[in-house]
């Protein structure tokens, strides 16, 4: 399938089957999340993936015990950074630097641009825009699992705080953003299964400004 056929082949799959999904589709849906563009190249998140079902279980009481989360194959979770600092970012561009062979330098007057508008945002402001990239990797995952056909269900209907506490996320200093069970659908108890998808009509989506 082409990417446009994979996106009308998949849905928000309400009922999996407990199938298990390949390590080899899982890395590759990781690995798109991990190609995902960032602003700046920063990449402020991290996604965890989880297949012990007894913490698939605990995670699914704090999401309103919805079932894809104790039927999928993995689960994962999208973490973005609770703050820029300067050694975080520092620490991104050295790793970049050294990877392309230039010194810190070369980048210098560049880091300093970003220090100087995120040391001076709150902390809550810079979550929020580290929260929007983990977002963009979180669509990126969907679209790779579609053309997969593996079933992805994306949530944010569950206990951020709780969910943070139950992984322990504040030693990494992440909170939760998004997750995504992976698997497969359960096609005879899924009522949304046979439902039309539904989109805008084109015309009713695009704006088009000519001036």
Known sequence: M?????????????????????EDKV???VEAARLAPTSSGLQ????????DPALRAEI???????SQINDCSHLLVFAAWDNYTEERIRTVFSRMNAERGVPDS?????????????????????HH???????IAFGMAIAQAAELEVDATPMEGFGNEKLDVLLGLGKYNLKSTTILPLGYRDAAGD????????RKPMENFVIT???
């Not at 699914?60 to 919805?66: D, E, K, L, Y």
């Not at 210098?108 to 945002?121: D, F, G, M």
Request: proline letters at 1%; zero cysteines.
């Open 2 to 22: 082409n990417l446009i056929e994979a996106l009308n082949w998949r849905y928000a799959t309400k009922k999996m089957n407990g199938e298990a999904v390949s």
């Open 27 to 29: 890395t590759r849906i």
């Open 44 to 51: 402020p998140f991290n996604v965890l993936v989880i297949t």
């Open 60 to 66: 699914a009481t704090i999401a309103n015990n919805q």
């Open 106 to 126: 070369a980048t210098e007057n560049y880091v300093q641009s970003l220090l100087e508008v995120y040391l001076n945002k709150t902390a809550t402001e810079n």
């Open 129 to 135: 825009h580290a929260a929007k990239q983990a977002y």
């Open 191 to 198: 009522w949304l299964f046979n439902l039309k998808k539904v």
């Open 209 to 211: 400004l000519d001036k």
